[in-house]
């Protein structure tokens, strides 16, 4: 009998992640330090594999594209956190707060399918050596890479769809720092059941395969690896796969953890946490995991600093 239609209020509003003046500015701080690292970090790799021709192979070729992704990723969500912890403005239009929730769900989509990709071409390059430049040709990468974004852009429509429909009652405030699909969800005064649905089969279908294609590589790798008589031999395996196994286990964790459960097991907090691990924290430690672990990256960006500091010296 009280409710409110708000569907035609023209503003969602975002709680944010505290009310504390205090915390609000050591997070401001926190996630600005994170997001400049994040920046200079994705945007360095991409120039790295581009300068460098040796870093011209499929797997670099992958992580160019997760590392723009990742700057994406952190661009769509961390700027807006930023100015509702600097400013009292936690306002988001309804178009604004749908368009971030599209980009969210459409680069999340691609990157898990990108890792996916870059768990097949290891499984290749290990357990297949000498068919590595043949299969991982340049036109198999260019359309794992096109499906991926393809998939991601689907999926990601498809949500936003669905979410358009709904119509909410008596609150548009958002317990949450930016629009994800749950806390949205919770503030509909309609059935939602049929949404929930079609957008757990779809994210769920895309992280189920993904996750099938990371698990059974990796399995035919660590089989491969343990016929490796020598010890070196082994290491050497392992190591050229070491870094997008621990990528793959932290991006795949926090996502499992936040969205494969059902609605009525959300928890603000816990879930808050994990979503600014993923959202902000992932996409700055995936060119630190993939540089610090990596020889060919560390060489490239050696001698990318020394062409320029002989150019500083020859002018």
Do not use: W
């Amino acid at each position: 009998m009280g409710r409110r239609n708000l569907s035609s209020t023209s503003n969602f509003i975002l709680m944010g992640l505290t009310d504390s003046d205090e915390i609000r500015l050591v997070l401001f701080n926190l996630f600005l330090l994170i997001y400049l690292v994040t920046v200079l970090g994705n945007a360095g790799m991409i120039l790295i594999i581009r300068l460098d021709l040796q870093l011209h192979t499929p797997m670099y070729f992958f992580l160019s594209h997760l590392s723009f992704i990742d700057l994406s990723y952190s661009t769509v969500i961390t700027p807006k956190t930023l100015a509702t912890l600097l400013t009292f403005n936690k306002y988001i239009s309804f178009s604004g707060c749908f368009t971030q929730m599209y980009f969210f769900v459409f680069l999340a989509a691609t990157e898990c399918l990108i890792l996916s990709s870059m768990a097949y071409d290891r499984y290749v390059a290990i357990c297949n050596p000498l068919q590595y430049p043949v299969v991982m040709s340049t036109t198999l990468c260019r359309s794992f890479i096109t499906a991926s974004y393809a998939i991601g852009c689907s999926e990601s429509l498809v949500n936003v769809l669905c979410m358009n429909t709904l119509h909410f009652c008596n609150s548009n405030v958002i317990n949450h720092f930016f629009c994800d699909t749950t806390p949205i969800l919770s503030l509909s005064c309609t059935d939602t059941r049929d949404i929930e649905t079609v957008i757990f089969i779809g994210a769920g279908s895309t992280l189920v395969a993904s996750l099938i294609t990371v698990f059974v590589s990796y399995a035919a790798i660590l089989s491969t690896i343990l016929k490796i008589n020598s010890t070196s031999g082994k290491q050497k395996a392992f190591s050229t796969c070491a870094s997008h196994l621990l990528g793959v286990t932290i991006f795949y964790g926090t996502m499992i953890f936040t969205y494969l459960k059902p609605r009525r097991s959300y928890s603000l907090g816990k879930d808050q946490v994990a979503s600014v691990f993923y959202t902000i924290v992932i996409p700055m430690l995936n060119p630190l995991i993939y540089s610090l672990r990596n020889k060919e990256v560390k060489n490239a960006l050696i001698k990318v600093m020394n062409k320029r500091v002989s150019s500083r010296h020859l002018k």
